[in-house]
T-cell receptor, first 113, second 115 residues
Framework: DARVTQTPRHKVTEMGQEVTMRCQPI?????VFWYRQTMMQGLELLAY????????DSGMPKDRFSAEMPDATLATLKIQPSEPRDSAVYFC???????????FGQGTRLTVV | AQSVTQLGSHVSVSEGALVLLRCNYS??????LFWYVQYPNQGLQLLLK??????LVKGINGFEAEFKKSETSFHLTKPSAHMSDAAEYFC?????????????FGTGTRLTIIP
């Protein structure tokens, strides 16, 4: 059963600490998305990769957020330093070329205190 | 730039009644349109999608949606609501241009089913 796997599922951290969230896309998928979900803003696209290359990270605060794909089986989203306003659920999704649907992971619920 | 507007952040219907969730989109190119469902503490699951071809699209769990270009709408319907349909529903749009697969989501509609 192919699925997008995100770790950790939950993370509580203190303000100022570094947070790394990981995503394993579905094997064979070549597009990866990071979304952030909050009550106030809804679902926001943070970053978008195609064939491991970043295509769009305009939705991501550049000063503290970074997204990478070290290889085709791993995508990471890092926040350094974390702030309370970063508290949200972060979703990774993967897909194939040409606008087929994105398959979502179960998310990482981040709480920054 | 593309955008999605979902009318009604909360919708309540009685079990067995018609479900209608509204979605209007804006896109500068022919759009691809999606409905996703999110159950509590879960990720988003695709219900149905429109890319090209038939404008009435059928999805999982008895849902369907109709693409109406003249109205820039893609409303989601189900003839008879079931208790298990209680969830949050998101409409999304992406450009049909190659290499621009990112989805832009609406703010969501929380569907409550009244027994």
């Amino acid at each position: 059963d192919a699925r997008v796997t995100q770790t950790p599922r939950h993370k509580v951290t203190e303000m100022g600490q570094e947070v790394t969230m990981r995503c394993q896309p579905i094997l064979g998928h070549n597009t990866v998305f990071w979304y952030r979900q909050t009550m106030m803003q809804g679902l926001e696209l943070l970053a978008y990769f195609r064939n491991r290359a970043p295509l769009d990270d305009s939705g991501m605060p550049k000063d503290r957020f970074s997204a990478e794909m070290p290889d085709a089986t791993l995508a990471t989203l890092k926040i350094q330093p974390s702030e309370p306003r970063d508290s949200a659920v972060y979703f990774c999704a993967s897909g194939r070329d040409l606008n087929t649907e994105a398959f979502f992971g179960q998310g990482t619920r981040l709480t920054v205190v | 730039a593309q955008s999605v507007t979902q009318l009604g952040s909360h919708v309540s219907v009685s079990e067995g009644a018609l479900v209608l969730l509204r979605c209007n989109y804006s896109s500068s190119v022919p759009p691809y349109l999606f409905w996703y469902v999110q159950y509590p503490n879960q990720g988003l699951q695709l219900l149905l999608k429109y890319t090209t071809g038939a404008t009435l699209v059928k999805g999982i769990n008895g849902f369907e949606a109709e693409f109406k270009k003249s109205e820039t709408s893609f409303h989601l319907t189900k003839p008879s609501a079931h208790m298990s349909d209680a969830a949050e529903y998101f409409c999304a749009v992406s450009d049909s241009d190659f290499g621009n697969e990112k989805l832009t989501f609406g703010t969501g509609t929380r569907l409550t089913i009244i027994p």
